[in-house]
């Protein structure tokens, strides 16, 4: 007999405690709640993909100042948010020279085919090496005053592989390093 009143008494509780789960009396149109989404975090950030991806994009902007550079007589870019060191020494000295000589350029270049071949994110300084073909075909060398195309000679690479270092300083990523290989792509 006691047993039987215990499966009564828990038949009973558990009826009470599901009495209130149901939609009854609360219309046609009531919508049961939805249990809250999880709160599980989300996954861990890879910081190599992330330093190879703001590294590629530093270097994508690196460039398109520097067609702003070479096409300003008066040197006039924002190159220095993306490039320091001997990168920011070498294209402003080369810049400052094209403009002396009374030329401009205009037209756009092109990032062929750029790739991360190595990270050192662990040290002081850390750092991504890239190599790119840079496509400088549609990028035109013109006299400042006439607009006219300069003469160029016929050997010119107009494609051609650069490999660059690009480091992660306070103010953010910079290009360091932009040297051309002297070899076609």
């Known amino acids: 007999m006691r047993r039987s009143i215990h499966c009564v008494a828990v038949v009973a509780s558990l009826v009470a405690a599901t009495a209130g789960c149901t939609n009854a009396g609360q219309g046609k149109d009531h919508k049961p709640t939805t249990p809250p989404p999880s709160t599980t975090a989300a996954p861990p950030v890879d910081e190599t993909e992330n330093a ?4 590629t994009a530093t270097y994508q ?10 096409g300003d007589p008066a040197g006039n870019s924002a190159l220095k948010n993306f490039t320091a060191s001997a990168a920011l020494d070498n294209a402003e000295a080369d810049a400052k020279r094209a403009h002396s ?6 037209g756009s270049v092109d ?8 990270t050192e994110l662990e040290g002081k300084t850390p750092q991504v090496s890239l190599t ?3 496509d400088v075909s549609q990028w035109k060398v013109l006299d400042a005053k006439t607009k006219s195309p ?3 000679p016929s050997t010119r690479l107009t ?20 040297d051309p290989k002297g070899e076609p792509c």
């Open 52 to 55: 190879k991806k703001e590294a």
């Open 61 to 70: 902007s690196y460039w398109k100042e520097m067609e702003k550079l070479y």
């Open 101 to 106: 000589q009374g030329y401009v350029y205009e």
């Open 111 to 118: 990032i062929v085919n750029s790739a991360v071949v190595g």
């Open 132 to 134: 790119s073909c840079i």
């Open 150 to 152: 300069a003469t160029l």
């Open 159 to 178: 494609k051609y592989v650069i490999a660059s270092r690009v480091e992660r300083w306070p103010e953010g990523w910079r290009v360091v390093r932009d």
